[in-house]
């Protein structure tokens, strides 16, 4: 079966949840919690799912992926396909059609110039935009009159739904953010913290890393929607006081990301306030190692940067011994019972895409010792940790602060003691590390440490934006702004010509042959990145809450226009 017999005519035409509501705002007040709080309402110039999400509830792609991984149309009339002629023949092009009599929150009109804008905005050279993969191949986009844009490329796409698709690529305003392109856009802090968007609601005051007001959109598409006239996003904490919030207290509506041991979450489930919602995606925790020097003792502009290669993990046979000396199976038992699964896959779904890639599942603490010996690492003077001309094997391993974290990071620790790697834990507080702020020293992009773990997903059901995150150039560095998704600066010119041929390649078994390659360089070929556990996404809403559908291929908030208070 080729891509481009699903293009004609697959896109699913999904029904949202029945609205329940009579008015806009007739249901007063509803209260989220993320216990990573939002630092930027831009997607573009942060990776942190806290950030993303917050601002799906301002600003809207084209189309999104329900929780079935289908497409559907939200500011486009329909999703182009080849049937329908809004993907050529060749695969080389996609147009898209407005909805008609679309506003701004501002009451201004939104046209094809906006979506024009928004790729020349993350595309900018002079910039450093977070999702720059969604734009991988992209040669020109094109306003062909106020309603129709068509986005071209360099080769044929048989995957054209990286641009304005999802929550990690939504519409910006050009009259708003047209000071903004390249070196320009961190500073324009107003817009970044206030957009001006189409989505159900709009921000009345943002405190960055504490809370954000909003109140409905005066000119939201559907006049009955939302049905919530205020919306408090509150951020910070933990994930086991924003569980309480919400499935004890009842104080919370709606609770994102719990990653609590399950004897805790079900503990909390007791009180009868509220519901835990899961299901699972292509979220995987992961250990990323850093394939440059983070050592304070450079100058500041070259830490972490590809000048440098780090002078311990360059060494493939330490990245793997570090792997092998892992429990994941104890992780997940430790961390998440029935929502993880130990994985070796950096893509652990759809399964058309998921390699067999099972070596990692069994720990090997006495193999690992014997690869870091055969390495040239060795105890030589007895203190248990192992050394090289004269460098001790030391490593410092930092994460975002969450009990979960801390756990694995005491396990892992332990484990990588035992054969000889010194190990110093750092955690950050998560609205910190994975904040945008490039002047700060403890984001992930920036990675001044070894090792960092943490865990995120793509949207929708196809990998290729995905992989193409570890693009060579595509590290984050100081001329972009330390923005970039090739967290850990992997560089393969192989890889990027595999990267390449998924790009053209339309037979989906192909692709998913290819896919997987892509998946095992990065893993048990590089071991650049350690993956840990398939996390399943665990939330929790309210009993009073309704219309809510938990989605693992887009923002969660994804459909929020449609909840409402159940009476």
Not at 299 to 327: C, F, N, W, Y
Not at 331 to 354: I, K, S
Request: net charge negative.
């Amino acid at each position: 079966m080729k891509l481009k017999t699903l293009l004609m005519g697959a896109i699913a035409t999904t029904a949202l949840a029945p609205a329940a509501l009579a008015e806009r705002g007739s249901d007063g007040h509803v209260n989220i919690i993320y216990w990573q709080a939002p630092s930027i309402l831009n997607p573009y110039l942060s990776g942190g799912t806290k950030d993303i999400e917050s601002a799906s509830l301002i600003i809207e792609p084209l189309g999104r992926y329900d929780q079935n991984g289908a497409l559907v149309p939200y500011l486009a009339e329909e999703i182009p396909t080849v049937e329908n002629g809004g993907v050529s023949e060749d695969l080389t092009s996609v147009t898209w059609k407005l909805k008609p009599d679309l506003l701004w929150s501002d009451g201004s009109p939104v046209t094809s110039a906006d979506v024009k804008f928004t790729a020349e905005y993350c595309m900018h050279p002079e910039g450093g935009c977070a999702q720059r993969a969604k734009f991988d191949g992209v040669e020109s986009v094109e306003a062909v009159d106020d309603l129709t844009v068509t986005v071209t490329f360099s080769q044929p796409q048989p995957n054209p739904y990286g641009p304005f698709m999802g929550g990690q690529s939504p519409i910006i305003q050009a009259a708003q953010f047209a000071d903004c392109l390249g070196a320009k856009a961190p500073e324009c802090t107003d817009a970044n913290f206030s957009p001006i968007g189409t989505g159900p609601f709009v921000v009345t005051d943002f405190r960055p890393n504490d809370v954000i007001q909003m109140e409905a959109n005066p000119n939201f598409r559907d006049p009955a929607k939302p049905a919530f006239a205020t919306l408090t996003f509150k951020g910070g904490g933990d994930a086991t006081a924003a569980g309480r919030a919400v499935l004890e207290t009842g104080e919370f509506d709606y609770a994102w990301n719990l990653q609590l041991a399950p004897d805790v979450l079900a503990k909390m489930a007791e009180a009868g306030k509220g519901v835990p919602v899961a299901a699972f995606g292509t979220l995987v925790e992961r250990i990323e190692m850093n394939m440059t020097d983070p050592s304070p003792d450079l100058p500041e502009g070259e830490r972490s940067t590809v000048a440098h290669p780090h002078p311990i993990l360059s060494d493939m046979k330490v990245r793997q011994a570090l792997s092998m000396a892992i429990d994941r199976e104890l992780l997940v038992e430790v961390g998440y019972g029935q929502a993880g699964r130990a994985t070796c896959n950096l893509v652990p779904a759809p399964a058309l895409y998921a390699s067999d890639n099972t070596e990692c599942l069994t720990q090997d603490l006495e193999g690992a010792k014997a690869l870091l010996e055969e390495a040239g690492w060795t105890d030589s003077d007895g203190d248990g940790i192992r050394e090289k001309d004269g460098m001790k094997l030391s490593l410092l391993y930092q994460t975002s602060t969450n009990a979960v974290r801390q756990d694995f990071q005491a396990l892992i620790k332990d484990w990588w003691n035992q054969i000889g790697v010194e190990t110093e834990l750092r955690n950050v507080d998560a609205s910190v590390f994975f904040g945008g702020d490039p002047g700060s020293p403890d984001t992930f992009q920036k990675f001044y440490a070894d090792v960092e773990m943490y865990a995120n997903n793509f949207d929708g059901t196809d990998p290729q934006a995905y992989l193409s995150m570890y693009r060579c150039g595509n590290e984050p560095k100081p001329s972009s702004q330390w923005q970039g998704e090739n967290i850990n600066r992997f560089c393969s010119e192989e890889y990027d010509a595999l990267l390449d041929e998924l790009a053209r390649t339309g037979e989906l078994d192909k692709r998913g042959e290819i896919a997987k390659k892509l998946n095992d360089m990065l893993t048990k070929e590089s071991y650049t990145i350690v993956p840990l556990v398939d996390r399943g996404r665990v939330s929790a809403h309210s009993v009073t809450l309704g219309g809510v559908i938990l989605n693992t291929w887009d923002s969660e908030l994804w459909n929020v226009a449609d909840w409402y208070r159940v009476k």
